[in-house]
Structure formats: C-alpha cells, structure tokens
C-alpha cells in the first residue's frame, strides 16, 4: 500500500527485534590488537536465555524521505521504512506514483540501496529492499538510492532521499563466536588457516554450518582434511566439478565451552585474494520456519610483498 508521509522531520523509531540473519554484512575487527594476535570476534558473556520465549511482534514504522520529480509531470513520493520482529530488521522505500495530466492510479515498483551513517561515519549499507544486522542504539542518518518506476509504465524516476532513523532496542548478545589464528595472505604461497567457531550462549543446539569462500577469479584454492568439509559441487548431475575457492562445513557438536576447531589449507596463485567466512546457525523454537541466524566471521586479506600504500610505503 502507498505510504501517507508524516511530517518530514519526524524521526524513524525503532522498536522491533534488533538482529538480522544476512549473508553479507561484515563486522569490525579489534582495535589495537598486537600484530600476529587471533582475528577475534568476541561476544560479552551471555545473559540466561530462555529457549522457548516468543518472537518479538513484527512492525513496520516509516518516515517520509523526499519527492523524486521529472519530465511531463512525473512525481513520486518515497518514503523509508523499517520492518522488525523474527529474525531481523530490513529496509524498504515505498513510493506514491503519479503523473500530471492523467488520472491512472499507478502503482510504485522501488529497488535500489541504502546507507546507514552516525556522526557522518558509513555502519551499514544493503540493497532495498533488504537489512543487515542492526548496529545497536542510536539515531542514524539513512540515505536510499532509489529507482522509482510505475505499474503500467508512465513513472521512471531515479534519486537520492533521506530520512533519520533512531534505533531503541538494544544489539542482542552474540550467541557464536568465530575466530582465526591468521590475518593475511600472500600471493604465490600456501597457509593455514586455522579457525575455531564456538556457541557462547544456552540458546540454540549444536548445529551450524560454517562457510569460506574467496574470490572465484583469483584461482584459490581452499582444502581440508576435515570430514566435515567438502568444496561444493557445481554443474548438474552427473557433473562432479567442485567449486574449490569456497568450503562448506557442517558442525553438530557446538556447546558452550567445546568449541569446534576447522584448520583450512589456502593455497594462493598470481592473484591476491580476500577469504570470508561466515556461520549458518540454528536457534528452534517448535516446529517454526525461519528461527535461525547468520553470523559474519573474520576477513582473512591478501597483500602482495610490493603492494604500496598512498605514500608509496611498502605493507
């Protein structure tokens, strides 16, 4: 349905669910950490949680964010809007569509991306519509790139609008960490990549899927001896082609206080390449869909030995 903009100044309140299950967003290594430490993504201790609690009551809040207008009477008014509760919290632009002159009733088709900012500073960034996990309390700037197009046609409008988003609820205590002994890669070499995933919360059982993947045209490869590890499949069947710049691990046996130890062998070509790594995990509640999370891991970067800065410095 068409959103009816509030008053233009009036703040986004956020009171729903403050966790997003997305495959993609990266989280913010420690600062200061001593060169050759662990790459860790610590959680505080856990609170109790209780299992069987019910799921946040989804909402959806919006806010006008401006007027997009072009040739022959084009106007669409967007809005941006938040819709929280479940699993996470994610982001849309719904618009108002018209054309001067006509009286079609158009309907408003809107894609595009959005930017999350504090104190001028970029948090979070995602396609609309979608989310990314919230990055706690506070009031945000959010920007959307939007493109604006109208059903039937008559309205293809492209832009930027704004709105200020203040978010109340508070981040959720982490319930897996991961962690790897190693920063770095280079160029024409092999390392170890030894990686430890562990449960830190009572919540959840102990399965999780754990998943690296560098970048497919870099010739990486990642290995393993681990069972529990396999380099994905591609291609139909009976095709037995494995992807094998990425690895897929399936863990069963995280508890709180026996971590899960994953040791990765990447073997490095001409091409400098990133590996992500990212924890699919269960969290039940029944017989419900859509319970579990998604956990962004720690990037492993590549530098070449004559790689220089922006000051012609060696890294």
Not at 84 to 105: D, M
Not at 204 to 216: K, N, P, V, Y
Not at 248 to 264: E, F, I, K, N, Y
Request: charged letters at 15%.
């Amino acid at each position: 349905m068409p959103v009816r903009p509030a008053p233009r100044r009036t703040p986004l309140l956020l009171t729903a669910a403050a966790v997003l299950a997305a495959a993609g967003w990266t989280g913010v290594g420690a600062v200061g950490q001593p060169a050759g430490a662990a790459l860790r993504y610590r959680a505080p201790e856990p609170s109790p949680v209780s299992i069987g609690a019910p799921a946040p009551t989804p909402s959806t809040v919006c806010a006008p964010a401006g007027t997009l207008k072009g040739p022959g009477g084009q106007r669409a008014s967007v809005g941006l809007c938040a819709s929280g509760g479940g699993a996470g919290t994610s982001l849309s632009a719904p618009a108002t569509c018209r054309r001067t002159g006509t009286s079609v009733r158009y309907a408003c088709l809107t894609s595009g991306t959005w930017t999350l900012r504090r104190k001028g500073r970029t948090v979070a960034t995602g396609p609309l519509p979608g989310g990314r996990e919230t990055p706690g309390p506070g009031t945000y700037d959010v920007s959307g790139t939007v493109h604006v197009r109208s059903s039937p046609t008559g309205v293809d409008l492209r832009g930027t609008v704004r709105a200020t988003l203040t978010l109340t609820d508070p981040k959720p205590v982490p319930t897996h960490r991961i962690e790897v002994a190693r920063r770095t890669l280079r160029p024409h070499s092999s390392a170890k990549l030894t990686y430890t995933v562990s449960r830190v919360s009572e919540a959840g059982d102990g399965s999780a899927r754990f998943g690296l993947i560098g970048e497919a045209a870099s010739g990486v490869e990642l290995t393993t001896s681990d069972s529990r590890c396999v380099n994905p499949l591609t291609g139909r069947h009976p095709s037995t082609a494995r992807t094998m710049y990425a690895l897929d691990c399936a863990l069963t046996d995280l508890q709180p206080g026996h971590p899960s130890t994953v040791v990765v062998h990447a073997r490095v070509g001409d091409a400098c390449t990133s590996v992500v790594s990212k924890l699919g995990y269960w969290m039940p509640r029944g017989q419900s869909l859509y319970t579990g999370g998604m956990l962004a891991g720690p990037t492993v970067t590549c530098h070449s030995p004559d790689s220089r800065d922006s000051h012609g410095h060696g890294r």
